[in-house]
């Protein structure tokens, strides 16, 4: 009876398990995301010379036929199924953003977190194309989530000075993605954004 109770208990904890999903790597603690915001230089943005997203290539093939769009889609989602190109033809996704639940892929865009247009007057105008190209197809940073594309769209190029997710739940996550991210880059954050990220990061 013991033993029958601890395989079901097992196989309880597996189910539960397997139904959560993250939609973004991990990112660091709130603490660690404290020191390291206090570490990111300060500066004011530069878009000298002019951004321009063809100077961020976008998407690499990953495995296959899969990009990393196609990765990502399939990571995000839930019993998400790829034909033989890689291109989801049906699955479940929530937009981490807004909470909105769709099963239509095309209502779907990849968010860059820190957006590239913000790496680029943030820094990444200095780096060589790959470099830039590794950053727009980053898997392995916080820093590309599938999220509904309007709510993106809304977005645009905004850091959080200027723009937050709609759904408050997803801020610590979110503030603590961008910090990871600009501090594994390098990038720099202009006074408006760091007070911003202390206000947000303490209300964690």
Not at 26 to 52: I, M, W
Not at 128 to 136: I, L, N, V, Y
Not at 140 to 154: E, G, K
Request: charged share 20%.
């Amino acid at each position: 009876m013991i033993r029958f109770f601890l395989v079901s208990l097992s196989l309880g904890l597996l189910a539960v398990a397997a139904s959560f999903k993250r939609d973004l790597p991990t990112p660091v603690s709130v603490a660690t995301a404290k020191t390291y915001l206090s570490e990111l230089q300060v500066a004011t943005d530069s878009n000298v010379p002019a951004y321009s997203r063809s100077l961020f290539k976008t998407w690499d093939t990953i495995s296959g036929n899969c990009n990393t769009r196609e990765v990502v889609l399939k990571r995000d989602g839930t019993n998400v199924v790829t034909n033989s190109a890689c291109h989801a033809v049906s699955g479940t996704w929530v937009s981490p953003y807004d909470d909105v639940s769709t099963d239509q892929e095309r209502s779907l865009d990849i968010d860059h977190l820190v957006p590239l247009k913000e790496a680029w007057v943030s820094g990444a105008r200095d780096w060589t194309p790959a470099q830039r190209e590794s950053f727009a197809n980053d898997l392995t940073r916080p820093q590309l989530i599938a999220v509904t594309n309007s709510v993106n769209r809304a977005k645009g190029d905004k850091d959080p000075a200027q723009w937050m997710p709609p759904l408050a739940s997803f801020h610590c996550e979110y503030v603590q993605a961008w910090i990871t991210v600009k501090q594994f880059y390098n990038l720099t954050v202009d006074s408006a954004e760091k007070s911003a990220l202390t206000t947000l990061i303490d209300q964690c």
